[in-house]
């Protein structure tokens, strides 16, 4: 029987609810969007008493279809102020979902300076007093929970950036392996949990794959079947399988959209030297791994595992998180990156964010473009909690406004990711409209702009780039919503068995008689609920725009800029 586990970090109560039936259909980011919505005063303070951080997983997390290990995590945002989900890999969605727990609902704000653990086990859940585990960061806090409670738990934490409350703090979970490196990185979630003086979260379930099914051989065929469907596709077949996400770093680039010293040119001269293909080079090279899954059940395997020079592993290095410490910051060295990563990992910081307001700092003359060692020295200051170290941790917009930078890539206050809007505009429109705040896996359009998935929409012309990202982010909602990695969206998009085999998976768990269409209304269900908190919030359509520079500035080699209607924009939702 599935339940919330709720608890109220103001009087230390924990409890089990029976989940309502308004929710019995939801999981993942549908339901801590709902519950965000149903349960947290859109204008309440992201680090007060009365915000809530929500933690679920999908709705096909904890059984054996393919790729569905993805955990959600839901607030209000301290770095938007909108509504925020924000999801990642590792083993702890599918041990919840083993454990029959719908969502974890972190309630309240404790009046005292003690920190607390949440331990839960087939047996119950119990708060325990943390306060020794505070000021350290997650690789060490996970080595220590593993030591404590056994290898095999999941240990969801946060560093020392959500202990000190910074708007740019991620939450973590450890994948198989006890790398403390699986975000839900994006939105300062991490400091919402650091407002509830939680620093981990102990989960303890002896299964992975036994989640309840109610149709089992049924569910069995429709998961081969999806298998198949994910392996026979160029992207999730072979090219995610063979250099992770950041195959994509050599594609972005020759398509002259690759954000380079802080979104000034589309293309990075020294890209091929922080590929995917060198690093796989690199990382087998030192023993370390080209692919790696992050989490149990995946076949797409994006991730690695890269050994650094001083011994220590950072595994992964993204797509995203390269691009944004390498060509926005001019840094064409695997190993600095590597070590931005980690420190990022560590301090628990959303490593875009970071890499973003980087570059704002660099364009603000504070650090120089292309200097590794002083990028890294800045960053060891967020751990000390220095007057720079915080500036870092507050991200991008608010770093634009300490030193007078106009030129800041953010939207809604959350930084832009690694495809430039003017040679992308499908991205550009995701970027401007999506509740989440400026957010690529919101509505990927890069699919169809770039890399001719699902169709071809021209990336530099603004036709057809509104319907585009619409369609793109309804169906993500509801990938989202079941655990399912966003990456199947490729395999999906190109096959006509796509949609219709994710469905029979649903119906055979839950015993449920969907069709596609009523699944892409849930996707429009979950937009609508977003919207709906970021306008009792106080957002309008002024806050759905790309910075003016974007507009005013050419990008090369194109020398575009976008040009997307306002009109457009605010056409996006009309569904």
């Not at 404790?110 to 949440?118: C, E, F, H, I, M």
């Not at 995203?320 to 590597?338: H, Q, S, Y």
């Amino acid at each position: 029987m599935s339940k919330f586990l709720r608890v109220n970090t103001t009087t230390g109560e924990v409890k089990f609810e029976e989940v309502p039936e308004k929710y019995m259909a939801l999981g993942g980011r549908a339901l801590t969007s709902q519950l965000v919505l149903d349960e947290v005063p859109p204008t309440c303070d992201p680090l007060g008493p009365y915000n809530k951080l929500v933690i679920a997983p999908g709705l096909l997390s904890g059984t054996n279809a393919p790729s569905s290990g993805r955990l959600s995590v839901g607030g209000k945002s301290p770095l938007t102020g909108g509504i925020k989900e924000a999801n990642a890999g590792g083993i702890a969605s599918q041990k919840l979902a083993n454990l029959g727990i719908k969502a974890i609902i972190l309630e309240g704000k404790p009046a005292g300076s003690d920190w607390y653990l949440l331990k839960v086990t087939p047996g119950g859940a119990e708060l325990l007093p943390a306060s020794d585990l505070a000021g350290k960061g997650t690789y060490e806090v996970t080595a220590i929970c593993r030591e404590r409670y056994g290898n095999k738990v999941a240990v969801i934490t946060i560093g020392p950036a959500g202990e000190m409350l910074m708007p740019a703090a991620g939450v973590t979970n450890n994948d198989s392996d006890g790398n403390s490196s699986r975000y839900a990185g994006r939105g300062g979630l991490g400091a919402v949990m650091g407002s509830k003086k939680i620093k981990a979260i102990v989960v303890d379930s002896p299964t992975t794959f036994d989640a309840p099914v109610k149709e089992p051989e049924r569910f069995k065929a429709a998961a081969r079947k999806f298998a198949q469907i994910l392996q026979n596709h160029p992207v999730t077949g072979q090219g995610l399988p063979n250099y992770g996400t950041n195959v994509l770093m050599n594609i972005i680039n020759e398509a002259g959209t690759l954000p380079t010293r802080n979104f000034r040119f589309g293309r990075f001269d020294k890209a091929a030297e922080v590929s995917g293909e060198k690093l796989a080079e690199v990382a087998v090279a030192r023993g370390g791994k080209a692919t790696h899954a992050c989490h149990p059940g995946c076949v797409m395997r994006c991730s690695n595992v890269y050994p650094m020079p001083d011994g220590k592993v950072c595994a992964p290095i993204e797509y995203e998180t390269a691009w944004c410490f390498g060509p926005n910051l001019e840094i064409g060295d695997l190993d600095v990156i590597a070590k931005l990563n980690y420190i990022c990992n560590d301090v628990g910081l959303d490593t875009i964010e970071t890499g973003c307001t980087l570059g704002v700092l660099m364009e603000a003359g504070v650090i120089p473009f292309g200097d590794g060692e002083a990028a890294i020295k800045a960053l060891e200051e967020v751990a000390r909690g220095t007057p720079l170290g915080r500036i870092i941790g507050g991200g991008s917009a608010n770093a634009g406004r300490v030193y007078g930078v106009t030129r800041v890539p953010a939207v809604k206050g959350q930084g832009i990711p690694a495809y430039d809007p003017r040679a992308c505009k499908g991205n550009g429109v995701t970027y401007a409209t999506t509740p989440m705040g400026a957010d690529h896996t919101a509505g990927y359009a890069v699919t169809a702009n770039i890399l001719k998935v699902g169709g071809y929409v021209d990336p530099l012309k603004p036709e057809g780039q509104v319907e585009l990202s619409r369609n793109l982010q309804i169906a993500t909602a509801f990938i989202d919503s079941t655990g399912l990695c966003l990456f199947v969206a490729f395999a999906v998009l190109d096959n006509p068995e796509g949609m219709p085999t994710i469905v029979e998976l649903l119906n055979a768990r839950y015993g449920f008689n969907l069709t596609v269409d009523d699944v892409l209304n849930l996707g429009k269900q979950v937009l609508k609920a977003e919207r709906e908190f970021n306008l009792k919030a106080g957002f309008t359509s002024a806050d759905d725009r790309l910075p003016e520079f974007f507009s005013l500035e050419e990008l090369p080699p194109h020398n575009t800029v976008f040009d997307v209607r306002e009109e457009g924009l605010d056409q996006v939702f009309n569904f």
